[in-house]
């Protein structure tokens, strides 16, 4: 089954800092990954998602992250973080060549430090 | 509405009650689905819909886990004799088909604490 995994449950970032929270993925299929956000008391939005194509995504708000198969990594990246940014994220990839069935990894807490 | 709702917010239920949790889509969107999301995890797929067709309802937990969608736009999820393992935010998904370029949008969650 196709999995995705971040080591990092929290990271601290100073304001204006730059940011990269990791995400590995494994998968025996075609690879399809998405970062998720989810600020407090809301709903999970997507942030970016790769398809095919151009290894480098660039999503909202600033972030953007690049596909590896080599290193089945798909970090995300913001170069100067704000404190709108505080807010959980999760790297997922679907079980099948379609969205029906989502894996989420277990998602990295950003906080921001002002 | 614009986005996913869901309701009730927040559910408090004593063990072994029953509880329904509702799902309203984006309108026009076929595709609907359910996660549970337990504290400090990632969402888990429950199960989800194209239209009232109930496709795939691997990850529910227990036969105690219903979920029903019967004119293909409200959902609800009802869990009988809850136990305090069903504890979670329950999330609510949906989308406008079943493609890797259909995005899925998600409400607020229910929150349910089973005492």
């Known amino acids: 089954a196709q999995s995705v995994t971040q080591l990092d449950s929290q990271v601290p970032v100073f304001e204006e800092a730059p940011v990269e929270l990791r995400c590995n993925y494994s998968s025996s299929v075609s690879v399809y990954l998405f970062w998720y956000v989810q600020y407090p008391n809301q709903g999970l939005q997507l942030l970016l998602k790769y398809l095919s194509g151009s290894t480098l995504v660039k999503g909202i708000n600033g972030f953007e992250a690049e596909f590896n198969k080599s290193q089945t990594s798909f970090h995300l990246r913001k170069p100067s973080v704000h404190i709108s940014d505080t807010a959980e994220y999760f790297c997922a990839l679907p079980q099948r060549n379609g969205n029906e069935k989502l894996t989420f990894g277990t998602g990295t807490r950003l906080t921001i430090i002002p | 509405g614009a986005g996913v709702s869901q309701s009730p917010r927040y559910k408090v239920a004593k063990r072994g009650q029953d509880v329904a949790l509702r799902c309203d889509p984006i309108s026009g969107h076929v595709s609907l689905f359910w996660y549970q999301q337990a504290l400090g995890q990632g969402p888990e797929f429950l199960t989800y819909?194209?239209?009232?067709?109930?496709?795939?309802k691997s990850g529910l937990p227990s036969d105690r886990f219903f979920a029903e969608r019967p004119e293909g736009s409200v959902s609800t999820l009802k869990i009988q004799r809850t136990q305090q393992e069903d504890s979670a935010v329950y999330l609510c998904a949906s989308s406008r088909g079943l493609a890797i370029t259909d995005t899925q949008y998600f409400g607020p969650g229910t929150r349910l604490t089973v005492l």
């Open positions: 819909f194209q239209n009232e067709a109930q496709l795939d």
